[in-house]
């Protein structure tokens, strides 16, 4: 019963303290690939110590003994002494029947999502492979429009769309670095992992880890794609590509604006990180990775008795 | 336009019925197909029967056979299409990776200068 409290203290610290450093720690983008795995590591952390936390209270319920229902609070640390509280039989069934109701609840609101989610998709990749001209490159459609722009779209199979505004705007080269852009989406299977962090966002809509984690590791996963691009084509085709199809922004009024993402990715891409603060950001996202993973198993280790 | 490829069947299939004003058979379109590709009479039947279920075409009885009509022009299509890919709350925000988003003209005119500056030439290891 012990772990289980502290497992949810340490998910509660995670969803609502992590976010702001991991959006420090991430936000330039300086290794992008990292930098995911970091939110990654956070979002998954919590969603493993909650269900740990149910599957603790669970099995200590059943086995029953004497001390089943016992919270032992690991205070010694803190120079404070040891306390106990008795939850009682009755106290951690209702405890293990409001967990596992809320976990059923959300696991089946993501799923739903997702597959809601898969479903559009497919269904738009299959109306563009339909509508569009093939290219030369496979998976590649032209879609008739007016306005400049390329996505891509996962289905059986996927689809790259481009549309005819978009090949009149880009330029060979340009258009290879885009395309290749995409591609690196589809290779790294990116959309896959977005729809589940979108509908666990959409599900644990209060829970700041989740909101802010969906959005960071979608700007994150732009820059693994733009620097995967950029390798192949170099950066200069990319951004010439990114300010070709850009959409204005109406001006604010007077306000003063933050730097717009599409900015910041062409900005990193033309004036990348030295060697040394790269290695530095890597350094320190690593130690924040471990420090998530160790956390947990720190704790229930010098508080085991 | 690049020939399609043999998994592209439905796109082969709806490329012929927009073809042609005046509707098509299965017939006609598995003569024209087994011109190009080895394919079989019940493999085309059961593509337009799929586009008939998923809205694509409609069809009227003739004879002991159907007549296949597009339920809207490539253009309506395409149309379509990207008003879902481009309305704010159609697929554009859950499913669609856009290549980029919005920039000011600032900002867009400072990468402009950065670019003529020969920003990025250096090749990052």
Known sequence: ?305 | MQQRGFGDLEATVMDRVWARDDGVTVREVFDELTGTRQIAYTTVLSTMDNLHRKGWVRRDREGKAYRYWPTMTREERSANLMRAAFSAGGDSEAVLAFFVGQMTAEESAQLKAALRRGGGSGQRT
């Open chain 1, 1 to 305: 019963m012990t772990s289980a409290v502290y497992l949810l203290l340490y998910g509660a610290m995670v969803t609502w303290l992590a976010p702001a450093p991991l959006s420090w720690l991430t936000r330039r983008g300086i290794s992008p690939r990292l930098g995911v795995a970091a939110w990654v590591t956070a979002l998954a952390g919590v969603l493993t110590a909650w269900a740990v936390a149910v599957v603790v209270v669970a099995v200590s319920l059943v086995r029953g003994g004497p001390n089943s229902s016992v919270v032992v609070l690991c205070l010694e640390l803190l120079g404070v002494p040891e306390r106990e509280a008795m939850l009682g039989a009755f106290g951690a069934t209702g405890l293990l029947a409001v967990g596992v109701l809320i976990s059923a609840v959300v696991t089946f609101g993501v799923g739903r999502t997702v597959l809601g989610l898969r479903a559009r998709s497919a269904e738009h990749a299959d109306a563009a492979r339909i509508i569009g001209t093939p290219t030369d490159a496979e998976g590649v459609f032209v879609v008739a429009g007016d306005r400049p722009a390329a996505y891509c779209v996962v289905g059986r199979p996927d689809a790259i769309v481009v549309t005819t505004a978009a090949v009149r705007a880009l330029d060979g080269p340009q258009l290879d670095a885009v395309l290749a852009h995409e591609s690196a989406h589809i290779a790294g299977r990116h959309h896959h992992l977005l729809m589940v962090l979108r509908a666990l966002a959409a599900s644990l809509a209060h829970l700041p880890l989740f909101t802010h984690g969906a959005v960071a590791v979608a700007e994150l996963l732009e820059m693994c794609a733009d620097d995967r691009a950029a390798r192949r084509h170099g950066p200069r085709p990319l951004v010439a590509g990114m300010l070709a199809l850009a959409s204005p922004l109406p001006p604010a009024g007077g306000l003063a604006m933050a730097a717009t993402a599409t900015a910041a990715r062409a900005r990193r891409l033309l004036d990348p990180a030295g060697r040394s603060t790269r290695w530095c950001h890597r350094v320190a996202t690593s130690a924040t990775i471990a420090a998530t993973i160790g956390a947990p198993v720190v704790v229930n280790v010098l508080c085991h008795h």
